[in-house]
């Protein structure tokens, strides 16, 4: 997940991730973005607590959905108001806020598919060395865990868009 390279605005957005950049964390679940990484954890409830999408990663997709300078100004704006992160607070605009959680929705259901064929297609393979059989075994158990993971973030940004959509209507 990155600035697109044909995004008007690559340049301003790149400069203003960088200035507020954060740490990298690196783990098993991971997106990879132009300034960080992102860890995320299972989701226990659809309708609890995001606290398996990092913040920082939710602020990215919201940094990506700016299409004008004002829009920008104003985070870096709102950032310096209050802790220096930033995007932290969710859009006032709620259409706005919906398009940048779809972008992690999208981004999320397209790593499940991808797990989903690398899973089919291991099944799909035969070894006849145990030790290959045993690393398999392994390879797949590690896929299905984030999988699991990677669902539980996708059911939760799926109940968090499906309540700002309402509130929008």
Same mark, same amino acid.
């Given at each position: ?12 957005k790149l400069g203003l ?43 990215? /997709? ?24 930033? /995007? ?65 973030? /996708? ?15």
């Open positions: 997940m990155d600035v697109p390279n044909d995004d008007p605005l690559r340049n301003m991730l960088q200035t507020h950049h954060t740490r990298t964390v690196k783990d098993i679940n991971i997106f990879h973005s132009s300034c960080d990484t992102f860890t995320i954890k299972e989701v226990k409830s659809a309708i609890g607590k995001g606290k398996g999408i990092p913040q920082s990663l939710r602020a990215f /997709a919201r940094v990506l959905c700016c299409i004008i300078p004002q829009e920008l100004n104003d985070l870096s704006k709102e950032a310096a108001q209050n802790d220096g992160r930033l /995007a932290r607070l969710p859009f006032k605009d709620g259409n706005r806020e919906l398009e940048a959680h779809k972008i992690l929705l999208s981004h999320i259901n397209r790593l499940i598919e991808d797990h989903s064929v690398c899973i089919k297609e291991m099944e799909e393979c035969y070894f006849v060395s145990q030790r290959f059989a045993v690393r398999r075994q392994m390879a797949r158990d590690l896929l299905y865990g984030e999988l699991r993971v990677l669902r539980s973030a /996708a059911e939760w940004l799926n109940h968090y868009c499906t309540t700002l959509l309402s509130e929008t209507m």
